[in-house]
């Protein structure tokens, strides 16, 4: 076979090239020209949608909405994983607990758990009760789906109009959500959650079902939770025997069960038994003429003996009870009885001194809240208040509100330095200024006094002082550089802090030492009854004994055995220079006759929250006030009401009881009160008079010169080749901390020596 010559295969290749060349032309030519015809036949047949004028900018306005209701969908789901994280398949059946409470010497004082008694049907609900309800609370709880914007709209309109402010504007389902899920925190997060439980309650359960979950679990004072329980509280009668005005005066006690209580404030309850009437009449429930017997004829309550009611602290010592269940402490019982440390007749000085106090001073000092926690030395709860009005408002603020404390905090950074070993009360420390980084801390008057004694620098509460003694601390642990020995200082205070009670987590900012960070009011009370005791951990409980139905006893508080978290000689220590702070400092007027009373007082930036922290031998109580939305007080101090509400519950709750000394306060040797006698007593017998200022320096020369004579006769017995001391914190050695002596330890902080 005769193969084609090179020229022949040249010419079969050009002329394949150009096929391929025109080939591709032609489609890409043909493509393009389909692609034009295509696209001009979809603009023809898109013409029918196309739209001008007012029908474009609602097609525009529409697509709009269309995005930014796919977005807004996007961010409630998100939003609503919370609310429905809180729901169960057994929600219903979550509080199982039946617990009866006893107060210390065994009279029951409440209930709470399985307490709502929902054995009526709803069908048996007297229809005058629920139409007094629903006149007041929610008209249009048949039509709406948990929320009612125009229930809302309409309340707004007729409580700024200025004809009473009766209507809500929650849904009867929002406040059971509430009631079932949530706290009475006042918080956007809150709401948020709320009307998410709403629409999931709508979803799950019938308007009938809703409608006696409310009935059966709403607040309706005295201690009474729901309407069957009320109607034997307040009248003494079955619910479905009552008449048209005390139906009335019940549905008006659903929004404000405190403030209108018959037993409390009568002439309230019956105005607002009469708005309720009126609503019912506006509703179309009843007419005109069916309300006049009942208002001709108020409804007038039974007399109740005892109106001591301790809700705040029955639902703190029922979340106790609930927490030893979950740890499996109580068994598997569930019907339970519980004797607490309860002390009614305390509770009842707190409950007087707080509403006395927010009465008569309130609109002075522009506040509105605050809250009270009274313990024995060991922990034991005597007695609580969370609020202003536990109808208005059940949130627990002694609990569960988060607080800064101020100068009530700087028990725990001059603890942890003679923990140390450091300090001494009398060691010399110098009020001037001081930094760490740019923040540079001042104090209450804005002046500085120079040195002083570190009891006096406590006791006029300087602010300069703790943040040099934090300093001090860390730079006793062998570190040098300043910002770090600070941030070693503030660790170890968050460390003592948690040994002695603090179960808030603290935030570790320069300002730390001088209060600026957050606890509750039960955190303090639980952290200054370690001073009180001894040095001993003093964890809050309620149950001193709990019972199962047979009687049993499954629980002593007694068995849980005690923890050493300071010295005795730091505890002394601290014990004197708090009962400093009460007798000559800020806290005169906790002062009680007879007694001897130590404590700090606090007062935060801005004037936002104001503290008392004190204590006796025999009980110690921490005292708060504020206002809910952090807004400032019109320069209300710890040293104000605070001081003058501990007084007003502690000066009857010590009369007619031993006086328990304080311990290390009255009986060690050597102690700087002793030194300061001395120091006086010599400067008389020399014919001189000391001003303060020449007092205030012998006292720490004195006390100064005692405690290197002691460190050195401590070097002289100690073993060869040993520290003479070691720095300790809850009665174990420090890690890293070496022996200093005193006067040392005060070159170090930047004191200087006299």
């Not at 489609?27 to 696209?39: I, M, Q, R, W």
């Not at 014990?575 to 935060?604: C, D, F, H, P, S």
């Amino acid at each position: 076979m005769r193969l084609p010559s090179l020229k022949t295969l040249k010419t079969r290749l050009s002329r394949g090239a150009l096929a391929f060349d025109a080939w591709v032309n032609a489609g890409l030519y043909e493509g393009g020209h389909s692609t034009t015809e295509a696209y001009e036949r979809f603009q023809a047949r898109m013409q029918v949608f196309a739209f001008r004028g007012w029908k474009r900018v609602l097609l525009d306005l529409t697509s709009e909405g269309v995005t930014v209701g796919a977005a807004g969908a996007m961010v409630l789901l998100f939003l609503a994983q919370p609310a429905f994280n809180l729901t169960s398949d057994n929600w219903l059946k979550a509080q199982d607990l039946a617990v009866t409470f006893l107060d210390r010497y065994g009279t029951e004082v409440g209930r709470r758990g399985i307490k709502h008694d929902d054995s009526l049907k709803f069908d048996d609900f007297p229809e005058l009760m629920i139409k007094a309800l629903l006149s007041t609370e929610d008209r249009r709880f048949y039509e709406h789906y948990g929320i009612d914007p125009i229930g809302t709209a309409r309340a707004l309109v007729s409580n700024s109009s200025g004809k009473g402010g009766t209507q809500g504007g929650s849904t009867l389902t929002q406040q059971l959500a509430k009631n079932l899920f949530l706290s009475n925190e006042r918080s956007l997060e809150r709401k948020v959650n709320e009307a998410f439980l709403a629409f999931w309650l709508e979803s799950h359960l019938t308007k009938n079902q809703i409608l006696k979950l409310y009935l059966d679990r709403a607040y309706m004072g005295g201690g009474t939770f729901g309407a069957v329980a009320a109607a034997d509280y307040y009248f003494g009668k079955r619910l479905q025997d009552v008449t048209l005005a005390e139906a009335a005066m019940l549905a008006g006690l659903f929004k404000a069960p405190t403030k209108y209580s018959p037993n409390v404030n009568l002439p309230a309850a019956r105005g607002r038994a009469v708005d309720v009437l009126h609503n019912m009449v506006e509703a179309g429930f009843v007419t005109e003429g069916q309300i006049q017997t009942a208002l001709r004829n108020p409804a007038t309550p039974v007399t109740r003996t005892r109106d001591i009611t301790a809700d705040y602290y029955l639902d703190w010592a029922f979340n106790e009870v609930k927490r030893m269940a979950d740890a499996g402490k109580l068994r598997n019982d569930r019907v339970l009885t519980v004797k607490t440390p309860l002390d009614l007749s305390i509770q009842k000085s707190a409950d007087q001194a707080v509403e006395g106090m927010l009465r008569r001073l309130g609109d002075q000092y522009d506040v509105d809240e605050a809250g009270v926690v009274i313990l024995d030395p060991d922990g034991a709860l005597r007695a609580m208040v969370g609020g202003a009005d536990y109808g208005e408002s059940q949130f627990n603020r002694a609990t569960d509100a988060l607080r800064q404390p101020g100068s009530s905090f700087k028990p725990y950074v001059y603890a942890a330095a003679l923990a140390s070993g450091l300090f001494k009360p009398d060691t010399p420390v110098v009020d001037s200024p001081v930094c760490v980084g740019n923040w540079c801390p001042q104090n209450y008057g804005r002046s500085y006094s120079g040195r002083q004694p570190m009891w006096l620098a406590v006791a006029k509460s300087v602010n300069t002082i703790p943040i040099k003694v934090t300093t001090a601390i860390g730079k006793g642990m062998g570190i040098t550089h300043e910002w770090n020995a600070a941030k070693a200082g503030r660790a170890k205070i968050i460390q003592l802090a948690k040994a002695m009670g603090v179960t808030t987590p603290l935030t570790d900012t320069p300002s730390l030492p001088i209060g600026a960070t957050e606890v509750t009011v039960m955190d303090q009370a639980a952290g200054f009854a370690v001073f009180a005791n001894g040095g001993r951990l003093a964890k809050p409980y309620a149950a001193v004994e709990v019972k199962n139905s047979s009687g049993e006893v499954i629980y002593r508080h007694a068995d849980e055995a005690p923890v050493q978290v300071l010295s005795s000689q730091v505890t002394a220590d601290m014990n004197y220079m708090l009962n400093k702070v009460v007798e000559e400092g800020t806290a005169r007027k906790a002062q009680i006759e007879g007694v001897k009373v130590a404590g700090k007082t606090g007062t935060t930036n801005g004037y936002r929250d104001a503290w008392f922290v004190g204590y006796t031998g025999n009980y110690v109580g921490a005292v708060w006030y504020g206002n809910d939305d952090h807004s400032p007080t019109n320069k209300m101090t710890g040293g104000s009401l605070p001081a003058m509400t501990w007084h007003e519950i502690m000066a009857p709750a010590h009369q007619g009881i031993e006086l328990k000394p304080m311990p290390g306060l009255n009986d060690r040797k050597g102690s700087p009160q002793v030194a300061q006698t001395e120091t006086a007593a010599a400067a008389a017998s020399a014919g001189g008079r000391l001003s303060r200022r020449s007092f205030e320096v012998l006292s720490g020369l004195n006390g100064l010169f005692r405690s290197v004579e002691a460190d050195r006769s401590a070097a002289t017995q100690a073993p060869s080749g040993g520290p003479a001391r070691q720095g300790s914190l809850g009665g174990q050695k420090v890690p890293g901390l070496a022996p200093v002596d005193v006067a040392e330890g005060a070159r170090a902080a930047g004191f200087g020596t006299p």
